[in-house]
Every structure is written in C-alpha cells, then in structure tokens.
C-alpha cells in the first residue's frame, strides 16, 4: 500500500466474527496494519476487500464511529459484522 512520498500510519486491527477471513495476508505483527494518512474506515474495509452489504460495527478505541471516520497513528480499530451467528 505504501506508495513513494505518502505519509504511513500504524493501526492496530482486529476484525471480528466472519470478518476475520479477510485479514490473513494484510495484518502484521501485533494486529498491525500499514495505511496511507487520511484513510477512513470505509477505506479500510476496501483494503481488505470486505464486502460493502457485510453491514459492519466500527469501533475506534472503544467508541462507535462512522464509515467516514479518519484514522488517526496509533488507533485501534475493531471491525464487527452486524451479523454474527450463534
């Protein structure tokens, strides 16, 4: 994702229920993750190519935010999907 001259930030990500098949090969160490600076949450659920009808929760260091939220180094992201079996 890094591109020459953009400006990299580190968050912490954990996506949760079926949403977690999404991260295999994009996650790093610790649940990190490598994003350009001034993504939103909505860009962060295309970079892992999760599906726009998954209907997700986001959870910004423990608050509800909205898709358009942009996050910020060192935010920790919690991705839940509104359906979740049982």
Do not use: A
């Given at each position: ?83 979740c079996g049982?």
């Amino acid at each position: 994702m890094e591109i020459e001259g953009d400006v990299i930030v580190k968050i912490k990500t954990k996506l949760h229920t079926i949403l977690k098949k999404y991260i295999r090969e994009k996650i790093m160490e610790n649940d990190i993750v490598e994003i350009k600076e001034n993504t939103t949450l909505q860009d962060l659920t295309r970079y892992f190519n999760i599906p726009e009808n998954k209907g997700i929760i986001f959870l910004v260091n423990n608050s509800p935010q909205d898709k358009e939220y942009t996050l910020q180094e060192g935010d920790e992201v919690k991705l839940f999907s509104l359906i979740c079996g049982g």
